[in-house]
């Protein structure tokens, strides 16, 4: 579609034609149709961790060997690119980065990004962006789309309007191929894609129709509003935690609606893991938080900012009331 290439085409070297762009019904079809594009007998695929589980359901329904590498909360959640070059051998296909991150909260800088690409490079292997939570950055790190490497390595970014534009139930995305050097139809991938495609739903006829006028027309300030909810969220969530003594949050959010908070479970009592403390949690406090477990990360707890300011409050001072009510006594 002219009107998402002419908006993917911010900031990179080269331009982006219509024919680069695939609509999805939102970016979760844009995972299926990956992950089922990739797989071959004996082939895997390297997964983030913590991340995102959908791409584990569909690698496993694929029969896709999933190979975890780890992102470093001591610096800030980048991939652990020594693990990245460990794990990957003639049989990986990709690697997958989420940046934004979902549910790390963290934003990967320039220098980042060109040495996972220049990474995947060496080892012979493309890369899936998962770019869901696209250009929501509010920290001091500025968002940088993987799609700029396009010249050093094959990038597929998965995007949608359902983040940026607070609009998820429309369920319209998109699937683009970054490669100039044309290895991806070389090797037949679009092919396979599009074969993908057509047999396939596509997103609702009158929201596509919408596309042009939704990213021409969208003003500044509507993004600029949403920005600074955001990192209002961010703030009130890293302060409140901070004044929880089992909670640890070892990197302030800097973009996408997460954060990810170590549970301390030496400091409470009858608190098995992180599910218990979340059924707990739920059942006592009326108040939802996701177990890390469900996003790789055992003991450890993911937490939505994008709520409005009272209701964040309101429901951290109940998560703080629960952490008392279960301490450990002294």
């Known amino acids: 579609m002219p009107a998402i290439a002419d908006y993917l085409n ?27 594009v990739l797989s071959r007998p004996g082939a895997n695929i390297l997964l983030p961790r913590p991340g995102f589980p959908y791409y584990e359901h569909w690698c496993a329904y694929n029969n896709l060997e999933m190979r975890h590498y780890d992102l470093l909360r001591e610096n800030g959640w980048e991939v652990d690119l020594d693990a990245v070059e460990t794990l990957a051998n003639a049989n990986t296909v990709a690697m997958v980065i989420i940046n934004p991150g979902n549910p790390c909260g963290n934003v990967f800088s320039y220098e980042h990004l060109n040495k996972v690409a220049e990474t995947a490079r060496k080892l012979g292997i493309l890369i899936i962006s998962d770019e869901a939570y696209d250009s929501i950055a509010f920290g001091s790190t500025r968002y940088v789309p993987m799609r700029v490497f396009g010249s ?34 070389n090797s037949g991938v679009i ?120 209701l964040l409050r309101d429901g951290l001072e109940r998560v703080k009331a629960f952490c008392q009510r279960h301490a450990k006594k002294q």
């Open 152 to 185: 050093t390595v094959p990038v597929l970014t998965l995007g949608s309007l359902s983040k940026r534009w607070i609009v998820p139930g429309w369920r319209l995305g998109w699937l683009v191929t970054s490669d100039p050097n044309g290895i991806l139809q």
């Open 10 to 36: 911010r900031d990179i070297p080269y331009k982006l034609c219509p024919d680069d762009v695939y609509l999805t019904v939102g970016s979760k079809q844009g995972i299926e149709i990956v992950t089922s």
């Open 191 to 310: 092919d396979s894609i599009i074969g993908y495609l057509n047999i396939s739903s596509d997103p609702a006829t009158f929201i596509q129709a919408a596309i042009p006028q939704i990213l021409e027309n969208t003003k500044e300030e509507f993004f600029s509003k949403i920005m600074c909810l955001l990192r209002e969220g961010a703030d009130i969530c890293y302060n409140r935690i901070e004044e929880m003594p089992c909670l640890t949050c070892p990197n302030k959010p800097e973009g996408s609606m997460f954060v990810m908070v170590k549970l301390n479970l030496s400091m409470l009592e009858d608190i098995n893991d992180d599910i218990d403390f979340c059924l707990k949690l739920a059942k006592e406090e009326s108040v939802i938080i996701l177990p890390g477990r469900a996003v790789g990360m055992k003991n450890w707890l993911r937490i939505t900012f994008a709520v409005e300011s009272r």
